[in-house]
Each structure stands twice: as structure tokens, then as C-alpha cells.
């Protein structure tokens, strides 16, 4: 099935002044779509892969763009019934929303909010065991996006875990019927849809990783229309879309 036609309107989340308490809404209901439809898991699932590729010592986590650190704080959560020392830095540009955040965090000493911009991330390379960065490529241009995937390669001393809404008609008429049913936030019920026709498709992504010369990654698929770019910690795993040098070799894991 053909894909919707991509959109570059604007989302109210990258837009400064929302009212404060639909701002809450709208980050709430980011936490509700990743708890429905397969954030949690997808990042749970790379990082228990990931472990025996790691480094021995405290495990040291980026998440990029990271809204109401829902994620970091759900992966403190998955490392304390591990017994896994870890230190997680959640970043994100807005102020708006990293104050909003910051009263979800007192009682996750792991997690250390950071203001910083994903197309020029504040660490050096390789300072970061694992980088993650959930739903935010399609806040950006196909070019900036190919830049946030860079930075992201750059931190990353181990691997990174990307994921993004693939843009299709489902995705669409899913994140549509959701919001009717499941919110009436203003800012969710516009954004939702939205940020599905803001997405890219699998064949973009694929084409965004070789432009961007992100080498050794797998492009995957996932339930829920999501969309994994995935670089693991020695190497690639063999599935997926796997991008070496400046090209990528289409190998969709379905």
C-alpha cells in the first residue's frame, strides 16, 4: 500500500509556549502510546541484548530527546531488578518540558535531566556506552534527522537504539482513531496524526542511513509500525537492514 504523502507542518511539542497543564497532557500521552504500543519493550529488548557486549562496570545511558523521561526512568526500573549499576543522562532541548519533567525524576537518583540540542550533542565521542532516542527523528528534516543519527554515532562508544513511527496509512488511521477514543488533549489529538505524516517509511530511513554514512547498523521492523536503526556494540547482528560504508545493503527484518 502506497504511503501518505509527508507533511512538515509543525507540532505543537516543538512549539515553545504551550499552556502548562496541556503540555503535561500532551507528555502523558507520549507515555500512554509508549506503554500501548511497544516503546518499553522494544528498548528492554536491546538492552538485555546488548549486556554481555557492554563493558563490565556502571552502564552508562544517553536518551536523546527524551521528553518526560519516561523511558530513562523505566530502564532504572529494569537495571534495579537486574542489580545493574547504571547512570542515564535524559536530554532534551526544551525547557518547558524538562521542568515538567524533572518532579517525575526525584526518586530516580539514576537519571540526570541535561538541556542540549540532538543535532549538536554536549559529550564527546564515544563517551557513552549506549545511546537511545525514541519518536523524535520525525521532529526534524531528512537531513537533520541524518545529522541526529550522526551525533548519535558519535557518543555511542557501544551501540544505539533508535525508533521512530513508520509512516503508513495504518500508522495513521491508528494514531487517529486513538486519539479520538483515548484523549482529549488538544495538543495530542493534533500532534498524534501529525507526527505520523511528519515520519519516514522504511525506504527512507534506509536511504537516511546511507546518506548520513552511518555504517554497521540494522534497519528493523517492529509491531505497531514502529521502526528500529540499530547499532550494536560489536557489530552488526546480521539482520535487518544492514548499512557498512556508504551504502546499505536492503535486508528488511520483518
Known amino acids: 500500500m ?18 502548562r497543564v496541556e503540555l503535561e497532557g500532551l507528555l502523558g500521552d507520549i507515555r500512554r502510546t509508549n506503554r500501548r504500543f511497544g516503546g518499553y519493550p522494544l528498548v528492554l529488548r536491546y538492552l538485555r541484548r546488548f549486556l554481555p557486549r557492554l ?3 556502571p552502564i ?7 521528553a518526560s523521561a519516561d523511558i530513562p526512568r523505566v530502564i532504572a526500573l529494569w537495571a534495579r531488578a537486574h542489580h545493574l549499576p547504571i547512570r542515564i543522562v535524559a536530554l532534551d ?7 515538567l519533567a524533572k518532579s517525575g525524576i526525584a526518586s530516580y ?44 554515532d558519535r557518543v555511542a562508544s557501544g551501540g544505539f537504539i533508535v525508533n521512530d513511527i513508520g509512516r503508513s496509512w495504518g500508522a495513521y488511521l491508528g494514531a487517529l482513531l486513538d486519539t479520538r477514543l483515548f484523549t482529549r488533549n488538544r495538543l495530542a489529538r493534533h500532534d498524534g496524526p501529525l507526527s505520523v505524516l511528519r515520519s519516514f517509511t522504511v525506504s527512507e530511513v534506509h536511504t537516511m542511513v546511507a546518506a548520513a554514512g552511518v555504517r554497521n547498523v540494522d534497519v528493523r521492523r517492529h509491531p505497531w509500525f514502529r521502526i528500529a536503526v540499530v547499532r ?3 557489530g552488526p547482528s546480521g539482520e535487518g537492514v544492514h548499512a557498512s560504508g556508504a551504502r546499505a545493503v536492503a535486508r528488511v527484518h520483518e
Open 93 to 99: 532541548l526544551s525547557e518547558d518540558i524538562l521542568a
Open 55 to 57: 563493558p563490565h562496570g
Open 109 to 152: 537518583p539514576e537519571v540526570t535531566l541535561l538541556r542540549g540540542n540532538a543535532l549538536s550533542l554536549p559529550f564527546p565521542d564515544r563517551a557513552i556506552d549506549v545511546v537511545i532516542c525514541g519518536l523524535a527523528l520525525h521532529h526534524f528534516t531528512f537531513e537533520d534527522a541524518g545529522r541526529v543519527l550522526r551525533e548519535i
Open 60 to 66: 552508562t545511558v544517553l536518551d536523546v530527546a527524551t
Open 2 to 19: 502506497v504511503s501518505p504523502p509527508k507533511r512538515s507542518a509543525r507540532e505543537f511539542l516543538d512549539t515553545p509556549g504551550q499552556n
Open 232 to 234: 550494536w556494540p560489536d
